[in-house]
Structure formats: C-alpha cells, structure tokens
C-alpha cells in the first residue's frame, strides 16, 4: 500500500497561523479541513488525531488549534509538520488586539474590550495560579511543545527541562517558520513540501491582521511604553522559556534558511 501523505498545521493561536490556512485552503480545497472540536482552551491528544485523520480518506492538509504537537510518522501515514514561532511579547499584544475585536463572549474578550492593555495584562498576570486562565500569554510556546504523557502534563508548570524537550523538538522537525520572517518561512514552505506536493501556490493575503505597525522592535518599543517598564519586565520574565525557545528557533532557522538559498542557488 502506498505511504498516505497528510499536511498537518499546528496551529498556534496568534500566529500567523490564519494565513497559512489561507494557503492551504487554497489549494487542497475539499481535501482541507479545521479539526477543532473541543471546547475553547482544550486539547488534543496526538493518537486522537492520529485516529482522526485515519477515519478521513480524503484528507490531504489539517489544521488545528488544539492538535498537539508533534504527530509522527507511521507505516502507513507520512505527516508534514507546519508549526510557527513568533515573539512572545509580541504576541500577547496581538492576543490583546484581536480580542478587543473579536465577536466572541469569554471573559478575557469582555475585558479587552473594556480596559487598555496595561489593566488587561495585569489581570492576567494576577491568574498565574491557574493554568487554564494565564497559559495562554506565559510560556504558551514552550507548553505546546513539550507535551510528554497525558492531557494533564499540557497544564502542570513549566520547567527548565520541558524547554529542553521544546528545542530538541524543534530541531528534530523538517520545517518551521518564523512569524516576523513570514517571507522566508514560505520560501522555506515551499522548499520543505514542493517533492511530494508540487505545484502548490503559496501566494497569499495577510489574513486577520492585528495591527498596522509592521517592523517587530517598534511594536515592542510601543508595548514597553504603554504598559511601563516593571510591567513589561513582570512579562518578560514570566515568559522566559519562550524567549528562550524563540531566540533558539530564530538562529535555527536561519541557519536552515541559508542552506535553502544556497540549493535555490545551485
């Protein structure tokens, strides 16, 4: 039997993500699909969606809020890993502009609307107890890439040791983008899948774009005067292993970008 060939996307919340669905909607058409069947804020287990995808035949690319990662090979299936890093201080700011515009009801969409980013910030962080609340604007990088055992595992604390597992699975993974490099991480898209999915389009329109400000440290020079420096710090720090993760990724990446151009070279 010939070895299945499925796109997976995870898709990290706040990261570039919708447009990269964009491009693979575009494309695969009916064989694409969003598996997002939980409620908000909850997980999926890699076998289930493993099991998932091997109910759906016609499947060709997935993408997923929930899904987490990695979902390796197996006999049968030959998973295409597409997962985004972005800036961890930058991304809270985008989560806070998205959610002062957004349609849904939670609590925290209620309260970006009603406070600026300082109060909004601050009332997370006053939530660093529970998990379920903070996670999503402390570390959330890192905990998406080191699930180990069970659904339980994705909430407990992040360590030191589960950042060693996030870059040891970053570095093992064929391909992975950089929100600010977005450009380049297509480049590199098109490099990691035109083999055994050739003629793709990878044009694409920005989709759900937050912000006007285009260059990354201005709109964190923005960021750090609105919410002040103590709190930004208060932010930095408790993101931490994020950071760390992203600055291992960014010099991962363009290492890898490099070896890519010198083939598009040759």
């Known amino acids: 039997m010939e070895e299945r060939k499925v796109i997976v996307h995870f898709h990290n919340f ?10 693979l909607r575009n494309n695969f058409r009916q064989g694409y699909q969003n598996y997002d069947p939980n409620e908000r804020g909850t997980v999926i287990l890699p076998k ?12 060709m690319a997935l993408s997923s809020h929930q899904l987490l990662f990695p979902l390796p090979d197996d006999k049968k299936l030959k998973i295409y890993s597409i997962l985004f890093l972005r800036h961890p201080i930058d991304r809270i700011g985008s989560i806070y502009r998205y959610e002062r515009i957004s ?20 009332s997370r962080l006053n939530n660093l107890s529970n998990i379920r609340k903070v996670g999503v604007i402390a570390n959330f990088q890192v905990r998406r890439l080191s699930y180990q055992e069970d659904v339980d595992d994705f909430y407990r604390k992040i360590t030191k040791e589960k950042l ?13 983008g950089i929100v600010d490099l977005f450009n380049e991480s297509i480049l590199y898209m098109k490099s990691f899948l035109e083999k055994d999915f050739p003629g793709l389009d990878y044009t694409y329109t920005i989709q759900n774009r937050t912000t006007e400000t285009v260059e990354l440290g201005q709109r964190l020079n923005e960021l750090k ?3 002040g420096d103590q709190l930004y710090t208060r932010l930095y720090e408790i993101n931490q292993y994020d950071m760390e993760l992203y600055d291992y990724g ?17």
């Open 48 to 59: 289930d969606g493993r099991r998932y995808i091997n109910n759906q035949p016609a499947l």
């Open 164 to 176: 060693i597992i996030a870059k040891k699975r970053l570095s093992e993974s064929k391909y992975f």
């Open 250 to 266: 960014v010099n991962l990446f363009n290492d890898r970008m490099n070896m890519v151009r010198r083939n598009i070279a040759k």
């Open 14 to 23: 706040k990261n570039a993500g919708c447009t990269v669905d964009y491009i």
């Open 225 to 227: 005067q609105q919410l």
């Open 103 to 122: 349609g849904q009801s939670s609590d925290d969409v209620l309260m970006a609307k009603e406070t600026d980013i300082k109060s909004y910030i601050s």
